[in-house]
């Protein structure tokens, strides 16, 4: 059991005792942020909440939520709980809709970084002797600095080749013997077609082992692709610039997903209401971390959505609290024709086809003020038309038993839907607004 765990003392201690330590952690943490920072003081206040009010876990309900635009009103440095000078690390997120929100880090959170992810990068099975390719975009963005910092606490290679250019991607794969790589999922089926494109073969032609993904929400039909398409183990990876980055989780080897838990407290809530929500239920996750220094956050509502579950002991013998795969950002979910409708869902059909390639996305458009879904498709490998239109009914029927209307489905030759860089653009709404 034990070569699979980083920490066993910490990542398979009793549950009690995990609660105990989350309890004591809770309770500094609110007295930390009270002492040192004057929104969470004034907060704190108004709510009539001190570190003393904080008798039991279930007590944090009574903390005020702090949302992505609460961020953006103290971009970039207005949360921070130290002096300036204890910063030695900043990271940002892409900021696509508005300030992009900041992560602040001491040294301490440096450190606490590199220990979460290579906890989690060691659940996926990174050892040593393994050769990582890390094909996040170096930048701002905390994906491939998180990744680097855990394979090198490891004592992996990490090959820092960054995103983009796929063609010496795929040299470098091949050249350097790499064993494991890290990008989001759309890209690695991306990086398949490419390769097949060179004229090698995935399966054949190159060491990889391990897959570690994240940065886009997935579905598990997605994942058993890539897996078949590169002849791997593909691992999920979740996190927030608001909360630390990526290593918030780590997925064991039965692909459950434990929170660390010791520094990340989970709960998911009715998105609608803000009420806490029993295990099980899903909801929208909120999250509180216990022992940043830099930039705590409190109760800090995702807008992603998921179930938790706090009582079993998996399989692997990792007590923390698992949650399920994201089922995707509240902000992703769609009304067409008063139907909500996640892009997963239509992913989690089409991927199920062998024939479908990796990459598709949704046109939204307004026909005679009626709202018309198209998915367009890529065929994994070129077809004939009438090929194609098999595929395109067919696609059809399946999409409809999930959405219940009909869809227009158009199947695309491979390589034909553009790549939207880092993260897959899954969907375009060009439907007139009232
Ligand atoms: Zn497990």
């Known amino acids: 059991m034990a070569e699979n765990v980083w920490d066993s003392k910490i990542e398979c201690m009793p549950l009690k005792e995990l609660k105990d330590l989350q309890l004591k952690r809770l309770k500094k943490m609110v007295d930390y942020v009270f002492r040192n920072n004057r929104f969470y003081r004034d907060r704190l206040k108004e709510a009539k909440i001190s570190s003393d009010n904080i008798r039991s876990l279930k007590d944090i309900e009574k903390i005020p939520f702090i949302t992505k635009q609460d961020l953006r009103g103290f971009y970039p440095f207005g949360l921070v709980c130290t002096e300036i000078d204890d910063i030695v690390e900043v990271h940002a997120s892409s900021g696509t809709t508005g300030k992009p929100v900041v992560g602040p880090y001491t040294k301490n959170d440096v450190e606490l970084w590199a220990e979460v992810m290579a906890r989690s990068l060691w659940a996926n099975g990174l050892r040593k002797h393994d050769i990582m390719q890390n094909a996040y975009g170096y930048g ?69 082992k391990i897959g570690c993904f994240g940065a886009e929400a997935w579905s598990e039909e997605m994942r058993s692709n890539v897996e078949k398409r590169w002849g791997i183990i593909a691992h999920e990876h979740y996190g927030l610039t608001e909360i630390i980055g990526p290593g918030i989780v780590s997925e064991c080897k039965y692909k459950k ?29 909120v999250f509180t ?56 869902q239509i992913e989690s059909v089409l991927m199920k086809n062998s024939e479908v390639g990796g990459n598709w996305r949704m046109v939204l458009t307004t026909e005679e003020d009626v709202d018309t879904l198209t998915v367009e498709v890529e065929s994994k490998a070129p077809i004939s038309q009438l090929e194609a239109m098999d595929l395109e009914n067919s696609l059809k029927n399946q999409i409809k038993s999930v959405i219940v209307f009909t869809p227009r489905v158009t199947v695309l030759p491979p390589n034909s839907i553009p790549q939207a860089g880092l993260k897959a653009k899954r969907v375009v709404d060009q439907r007139k607004k009232e």
């Open 140 to 208: 701002l963005f905390t994906g491939a600095h998180g990744f680097e910092k855990g394979a090198q606490k490891i004592g992996a290679v990490v090959i820092t080749i960054s995103s983009g250019n796929t063609k010496r991607q795929i040299t470098i794969m091949k050249d350097f013997g790499t064993t494991a790589l890290v990008c989001t999922p759309s890209y690695s089926m991306y990086m398949a077609e490419t390769a097949e494109f060179m004229g090698l073969n995935p399966l054949k032609d190159f060491n990889l």
């Open 257 to 285: 997903l434990h929170i660390n838990a010791d520094h990340f407290l989970p709960e998911v809530i009715n998105p609608d209401t803000g009420e806490t929500l029993s295990p099980g239920e899903e909801g929208e996750l």
């Open 289 to 344: 971390t216990l022992t940043k220094e830099g930039m705590p956050i409190l109760r800090y509502r995702t807008r992603d959505i998921a179930k938790i579950y706090d009582q079993m002991v998996c399989e692997c013998g990792r007590t923390h609290v698992k949650h399920s795969t994201i089922k995707g950002r509240s902000d992703d979910m769609l009304i067409i024709r008063g139907t909500n409708i996640y892009p997963g």
